[in-house]
């Protein structure tokens, strides 16, 4: 497909029904450029809506004792904020160690975070301690979804017993109604209920996905963290796996609930045409930081970071693409620092600089994460010119933009 | 001396059937001694039918991709023709001709003599590859020494070269570094520069990039491509997404349990697919769409290895079937109006009946 037709569509096609007008208020809270904003969560609510979102992460922290190096701590995730309202799937793309899958963990608490706040229904889960903590894991408000079902899943207990293991270990319920919980569970990732009797191992790979996320659904959580799905399948069961994330969070849990209570969803995936199938807004990590967040078909089409355009230009596509070719993405060869900080820019420079052939002086300090239209942002100096500094010749275009430099290596 | 370098002839592969086959009768054998169950595990010592008839051949400098689902025996040919058969699998039929010399059967000794030299091979996982406790410059220089027949200083050059052509942003450094101190991106180009270091006339890439972030992905078929323009390598690349391949080869092979079901250059095949499979394979492979729509699922699932089916392999997932679909063996026919040179066939009887592109409206039309 070109471009064009994807220009051509109106822009809140890409915003589910679930989230109407989305618009200034959710993403000029969204703003983390200010600290003070970012961490007190009295200033970050709004009046309450039904937009309101179901999960709300602000200037998240997390950082890991380092082994070696300079500094005795690495950096994991830097003020990272999403917003996840009732009935959307955010995608969460970026390449490996970008720190996708530590957000996904820092959110649930397997990863310990050094700052920020995680704000479901009102309540810091951060702060929660002990007690209440372990309350409100088996309250089941939060589910995750991961990788690999085969390694998720205990190879020793029926699909079945795995499936009502959150239901047993809360106590909730007598065993018929947990016996009738996994049969809806497995009935609404369509599973046939003979599945249930079966080891992990005896099922393929899909049936297997299917089984783990039943597990994650049984207790009709209000947000599922899904880590890389999908990334284990073929074509066809990924988009099956993908389907099915879909409608369960088109349909509510129990016939009564309201938009309110419909399923939310963050899926990191690195397969990023499926995403853009099913995604409503997306987020890209580079290094830790959020460089873009807006409403995916809108910024696979015209990305307004470099680096999400890299991402996107390095997709390999099947069609003819009428973008940017990565190599005019890329920096020359010969003038790549090979680590960031080592050469030339400061430590709070951009996290992208080192890679970006538009780096300028500007980029030497962090670029805020600034709205660029209602419901978009961009953590990126150079925003509203990089694109005008592309040409159709990569040569060219590498000469305009890197003045003075020989760039004979490419 | 003819053009075409690599010829597959009629392969037939059987896997389960030589020592992992017995390993596992008398693991079984022993564990459920008392049952009396150790006579009914597998298929005699024939073992189960993986790939059946494939083939195909490829000609100086030409890349020719294979695609298809896990399981569709894609690996299991390229591997025959690079003689690494897991143990149990066996070439149970066939030919294999690289340049005059036949593979199937050929002694270890002479295999020494082409793989390296010859015909180099790059898989999905490149930290395996590589001995963590060498260098990967030492690794390199190495097959130099060995396989060209360089001194010392001249392979460390020669190296350093390669690396360089490969991309690599500073191969004097990376050539003292460590298989762990390199990244994923830069260690499956260290493997890439280790398999053509002896300019093979065939490199075999078998899910080369698979596990590799998009960004590194298109840098190294960058590599891949500037290798080929340089060397004039072949390339006999294998992988379950359809698009590298497009990026990458000239001719496509679009394998469904075990046989070939089409077959023809790249972009014709994508363009206008011509067999219910490989349209099917079109739809739910990652387009670079971006649009929010339904995603497409090909029904049901692969029959197991070694099923026995009369007819088409694929009738029971494909929209199209009728009952004379089931009755008997479908050949892999030309297609007659493929264009001039097209060289395009397909397992298909209703070929010319149906447009198996047909059946996506929601591609062309609104989104869903």
Redesign the interface.
Known sequence: MNLADLEARPADSAVPPATPATGDRGRGRGRTDDPAVAVEPGAARGPASDTEPLLSVRGLTVSFRARSGPSRRTTVLRDVSLDVRPGEIVGVIGETGSGKTTLARAIVGLAPSDAGVIDVDGTDIRRLRRRARRGFRRGGAIRFVFQDPLRALDPDLTVGRSVAEGLTVAGRGTRDEQQAAVADALHRVGLDPAVADRLPGAISGGQRQRASIARAIVDNPRLLICDEPVSALDGSNRNLILRLLDTLRRTPAGADSAERDRLGMIIISHDLSSLAGIADRVVVLYRGRVVEDGPIAEVFSRPRHPYTALLIASAPSIRDEHGPSPAQLRRPADQLADRPGERGRPADACVFAHRCPFATEACDHTPALEPAVPGWTVACHHEPTWRSALSTNPAEAAATLTEGVNNDAR | MSDDLLRVDDLHITVGGGPAGRRNRQRRGGRFRRGGRSSATAAGSGGLRAVHGVSFTLRRGEAVGFVG??GSGKTLTCRAALGVLAPGCDVSGGQIDFDGTSLVGLPRRQWDGLRGTRIGAVFQDPGSYLNPSHTVGRQLAEQFRIKVGHGRREARAAAVALLATL?L??PE?VYHQYPHEL??GMLQRVVLAIAVAGEPDLLVADEATTAL???????V??ALDRLRAELGLAVLAVS?????I??LCDRILVFYAGEVVETGPTADV?ANPRHPYTA???R???????????????DG?APPVGARITGCRFADRCTFATDACRTAPVDLRAVPDGGPGADRAVRCIRLGEIDPAARAPERAGV?A
Do not use: N
Request: aromatic share 2%.
């Open positions: 689902e896990s991309g942003h500073q450094l990244s994923g972030d998009v960004t590194v992905q298109a840098e078929l960058e379950h997404d359809l698009a590298v497009a990026q994508l099917a394979l079109l739910v492979a990652s387009v670079g769409d971006w649009r929010r729509r339904e995603l497409e699922v090909i699932s989104p």
